[in-house]
């Protein structure tokens, strides 16, 4: 008989050591699936999609798993919430068989302390710092536990999706819960790295902001405008043809005939001096048969783009058709200026200039901070040069942020300030600023 008490002591311990020995593997399984969590959606999916090319299976299975987001983050938190309330229960039990009524109070605050250390805060904290090395190990358990819950994870979405639906929201089904707009994370990484660690230099973000922006900016803010184009009339006398092309900066000139807007060609300087050789060989070494050259049979022809194509579309319609030059007309039909190929290269790589090119900076820097600029360079030259930030949405040269901003035409020696900048109208020709000088208010 003395036996008995002492049986069901040695039950009752060994019980007890099953029931820590549970909740002990119960707090383990919360913290992979924490851990788990904060990998899946911290790894740098650029990183993994290198790694697959290389031929890495976890990382094909980890993209795999985050292409679904909704799914896997749904699976994750079913795991992680039956581990948690199980361990709480199993410890909510044996508290009470230890301490009775009161062991309800223990078992919350010290599974509460646990859950938050050792199953959230340490295990988030370490797949954080090591969020490859922990998705690619995590990706094959993580990648079952999907398969399993699977069917329960869709019937809590459609729950979900329908408790919504009541307060009138809708979710995309297409959503997906660990991409953001990739063109803006990729902009804000570059400015994280630039501003922040100084990892990439100024230069390298320009460029490489400059090629994300490429989508979002239109042919008309980079144009060449058509006051500036040099043309020629086709009707001109062959020789007055050839002295201008050969005293031109520029190789492709477009020609025009009874006025203007009228364009009938672009002419190309080794194809006028391949013409003009021809004809002298075949005159034996004469300049008589220039005369008779018909400017127009040599010529291209003209190739026009809407004023609102992207530089996007339009780098790809270069590459595409292998041209370098097209001529840029607005919604009617009237001539805006022209692009080339060099004017995106440009907004890419900055200013490419070669022994032909005129200097045409247009921005002088004062030796009191200030810095007299014309009114026809543009607002993104200003912000990619001197690091500002004007705004370029509802104006591209910086006179026409002016105007703007002023809802006039300014007369010259008036005085702004907006945007943190002071901008004094230095001249004014007619009804155009084209020169100013502009002085940052604070350290930009």
Do not use: C
Request: aromatic letters at 6%.
């Amino acid at each position: 008989m003395a036996t008995e008490p002492l049986n069901a002591a040695v039950e009752t311990s060994g019980g007890s050591i099953w029931t820590f020995s549970a909740i002990f593997g119960l707090l383990l399984l919360s913290a992979f699936f924490s851990g788990s969590e904060t990998a899946l959606t911290a790894v740098s999916r650029a990183k993994l999609r290198r790694m697959a090319d290389q031929g890495s299976k976890a990382a094909r299975r980890v993209i795999g798993l985050t292409d679904d987001g909704e799914t896997l983050i749904g699976a994750i938190l079913i795991g992680n919430n039956v581990v948690n309330i199980l361990a709480t229960s199993l410890a909510t039990s044996l508290a009470l068989s230890i301490f009775g009524d009161s062991g309800v109070a223990i078992a919350t605050l010290v599974m509460t302390v646990l859950v938050m250390i050792f199953a959230e805060v340490l295990p988030k904290t370490y797949a954080f710092a090591n969020s490859e090395k922990a998705s690619l190990l995590a990706s094959r358990p993580i990648a079952l536990l999907v398969r399993l819950f699977y069917p329960i994870v869709i019937a809590v979405q459609f729950i979900v999706r329908g408790a919504l639906s009541l307060f009138g929201l809708k979710l995309d089904k297409d959503a997906h819960v660990l991409s953001h707009e990739a063109h803006d994370e990729i902009r804000g990484a570059i400015d994280l790295h630039h501003y922040e660690s100084g990892g990439v230099e100024k230069s390298d973000r320009d460029r490489l902001v400059g090629a994300l922006d490429l989508g979002d900016r239109e042919v008309s803010e980079v144009m060449m405008h058509r006051r500036n184009i040099m043309m020629l009339n086709a009707d001109s006398p062959p020789q007055e043809l050839i002295e201008a092309v050969l005293e031109s900066a520029y190789t492709r000139i477009p020609l025009w005939r009874d006025e203007q807007e009228n364009i009938v060609g672009v002419i190309h300087a080794k194809d006028l001096l391949r013409a003009v050789d021809k004809l002298i060989r075949r005159d034996g070494g004469g300049l008589e048969g220039v005369d008779n050259l018909d400017i127009l049979k040599i010529a291209m022809e003209p190739w026009f783009v809407p004023d609102t194509t992207s530089l996007s579309d339009q780098l790809r319609e270069f590459l595409s058709k292998k041209s370098h030059f097209a001529l840029v007309v607005d919604e009617y039909g009237a001539l805006q200026g022209l692009i080339t190929l060099e004017d995106i290269i440009e907004e890419i790589v900055g200013e490419i200039e070669d022994e032909h090119d005129i200097q045409t900076d247009g921005v002088t820097r004062e030796s009191d901070g200030a810095f007299l600029a014309d009114g026809t360079v543009t607002i993104r030259d200003l912000n990619r040069y001197f690091d500002w930030n004007l705004p370029d949405e509802e104006a591209t040269t910086i006179a026409g942020l002016v105007i703007h901003e002023a809802q006039a035409i300014p007369a010259q020696g008036q005085s702004f300030v907006f945007h943190d900048f002071r901008f004094d109208i230095v001249t004014r020709v007619r009804n155009q600023i084209t020169q100013l000088r502009i002085r940052p208010l604070k350290r930009a």
